[in-house]
């Protein structure tokens, strides 16, 4: 029976279970197992668009496979299928897809169609597997290589199995010839592997010493039980040097510094991250104490890590004393770099109210520069990451390539009309990039923060930035001096002629390494809190090609809402402190009552 449909969207998919042995008889079908991204088409209209195993929108990845499905004669349909990348020997390459991902027109990339949905308008979930498969391969008779039909083999079971081992294919897929398509994990399609293999938390990296560019030598790996996040093993083969530069890129934003595992274990090479990303790790057995073996690396799992947000809460804003973030269930932990639990954020109103205060001072230090956001909705605050809410007009978007691979959207405004649009978009604070969007490629400043440890006097902070200000100046460099609006003062140096992120970094790091050498017990360059007790932190890293530091006049997400803002040097001799401007007092300091 089929029926008829309005407009098409995603359908979420039918997956197999596991199983350890291929069945047998005559009413399965049965497939290989395919290497890649699973991957849904919907067609409409003459147009196209692909969608991940999550959902989320994939279509400006898969850019050929969406323009071959474009160009299917027919006016609707639902395809089901998986992206792959055929490696040397013929056979499906999992890190070659990796690599392909990041080049949307990649003539590499093939999408192995085994499933038709609907076609024309008609809904095919209700016929058996059989039919609909006749269906797609009618559809797929003369199309171009990108898109290829799945075909499929009525055989035994087993010798199905054996074959595709011997092979080296991933192992097979079964699936009942009368079986309609039912969404979820499902009794009627089973998978068999020749290899084991599953998905994994990476929940740490061990950095491999001395090498360049930056890349890991090893991962450690996580497993969820229930709420817990336990260790699974340490993947240390199946790394290409690509791969291992570009997953050391993934997580270098991520580092933390205590272990994220419920159960802590001691691994002193470990560099402990948020176990945000996704791997698929290939191994031999699991121990009793869920420790994998022989786990070996086969590339991250871009397509399920993304989920687009969900839509905010249409409730009126409550007010700014109680815009706590307590609620962070609209926010999804995918779609955000680091959720801010202690953060206070003002509404709408009061935000818009303060960006015309300072429309006069506050442009100068934010317009046409990419911006990274902290963003509250849902009653949640966090720094965005990921697929971005409806953006007004006075919001530009550009498109930038970013460092995991695949492209990415930024933000950037031209005038005060644009702070207020990003007013619209729930922006609290903005965090600018130290580059323009003429040439997001070269920094056009350098930024050094002194970033106080528990117990440092302000005295102290005073001395070390008047002692920077020096330093930059005996090279040729001069700055500006800007509170933070929390705890510590960033030195803003212009760059005459501007140089490439990476050379800016490493400038950075080495001015500050000058500072450090003066006096070792009182400032390091080291992020790692536990060893900062005492000592202020010379943070360089805020260089380097997307890092960010808060913008001048930015508000910030805390008590009271202090605001970044530029100073002059007569007040920071003058010992000004970090948090004396505020949303209520913008140009004047405020006085701070005697302790």
Not at 235 to 243: I, K, M, N, S, V
Not at 357 to 372: F, N, S
Not at 571 to 593: L, S, Y
Request: proline residues 7%.
């Amino acid at each position: 029976m089929t029926s008829a449909i309005d407009r098409l969207s995603f359908i979420e998919f039918q997956s197999p279970t596991l199983v350890e042995k291929a069945p047998e008889g005559g009413d399965w079908l049965h497939e290989i197992k395919y290497d890649g991204y699973r991957t849904q088409l919907v067609v409409e209209g003459g147009k196209a668009r692909a969608f991940t195993r999550r959902g989320y929108d994939w279509s400006h990845r898969y850019k050929r496979i969406v323009q071959a499905a474009a160009s299917l004669p027919v006016k609707s349909a639902i395809i089901d299928g998986e992206a792959v990348v055929l490696g040397d020997t013929g056979l499906p390459d999992y890190q070659a897809l990796e690599r392909e991902l990041g080049n949307p027109s990649s003539l590499r990339m093939t999408l192995y169609a085994f499933d038709l949905l609907y076609l024309d308008g008609r809904d095919l979930r209700e016929q058996p597997l059989v039919k609909r498969k006749a269906a797609l391969k009618k559809l797929l008779t003369e199309t171009e290589p990108t898109l290829t039909y799945a075909e499929h083999l009525e055989v035994n079971g087993k010798d199905m199995f054996d074959h595709a081992c011997r092979m080296g294919i991933e192992g097979i897929v079964s699936k009942r010839a009368d079986a309609h398509y039912r969404s979820g994990v499902q009794t009627s399609w089973v998978k068999v592997k020749c290899v084991k293999s599953d998905t994994f938390r990476i929940v740490a990296f061990v950095e491999k010493l001395g090498a360049q560019p930056r890349r890991i030598a090893s991962l450690y790996i996580g497993r969820r039980e229930g709420d817990r996040l336990l260790y699974a093993g340490k993947a240390q083969t199946g790394y290409t040097l690509d791969a291992a530069r570009r997953v050391r890129e993934r997580l270098d934003p991520l580092v933390i510094a205590k272990s994220p595992l419920s159960e802590p274990i001691k691994k002193p090479k470990a560099t402990w991250v948020e176990p945000d990303v996704l791997a698929e790790v290939q191994f031999s057995g699991v121990s009793d104490r869920g420790i994998l073996r022989e786990a070996v690396f086969k590339g991250l799992r871009e397509d399920l890590q993304a989920i687009p947000p969900k839509p905010p809460s249409p409730s009126k804003p409550p007010s700014p004393s109680k815009r706590r973030s307590e609620g962070q269930h609209g926010v999804p932990r995918e779609n955000i770099l680091q959720l801010l639990p202690d953060a206070v954020a003002p509404s709408k109103e009061e935000l818009a109210d303060y960006w015309r205060r300072v429309a006069d001072q506050a442009p100068v230090h934010l317009v046409r520069r990419p911006l990274k956001l902290v963003r509250h909705a849902s009653g949640a605050t966090f720094y965005h990451k990921g697929p971005l809410p409806r953006i007004p007009a006075s919001v530009h978007q550009l498109r930038v390539q970013k460092r995991e691979g695949g492209e990415g959207i930024r933000v950037w405004i031209d005038d005060m009309d644009g702070l207020l649009g990003l007013v619209e978009m729930d922006a609290v604070e903005l965090h600018p990039w130290n580059a323009t969007i003429d040439d997001i490629e070269h920094a056009d400043r350098l930024v050094l923060d002194l970033d106080p440890g528990e117990g440092v006097p302000w005295d102290d902070v005073i001395e070390a930035t008047l002692a920077l200000r020096g330093i930059l100046e005996a090279a040729g460099l001069e700055s500006w001096p800007k509170v933070t609006g929390g705890k510590g003062i960033h030195l803003m140096a212009p760059l005459v002629a501007k140089m490439t992120h990476d050379s800016a970094r490493k400038l950075a790091k080495s001015l500050a390494h000058r500072l450090v050498d003066t006096d070792p017990d009182r400032y390091l360059l080291s992020a790692d809190p536990a060893a900062r007790g005492g000592r202020i932190f010379l943070d360089y890293l805020r260089n380097g090609r997307g890092n960010t530091a808060i913008g001048a006049f930015s508000p910030r997400a805390r008590p009271g809402f202090p605001i970044a803002h530029p100073v002059t040097w007569k007040q920071v001799e003058a010992g000004i402190r970090p948090d004396v401007f505020t949303f209520a007092q913008p140009f004047k300091p405020a006085r701070r009552k005697a302790a």
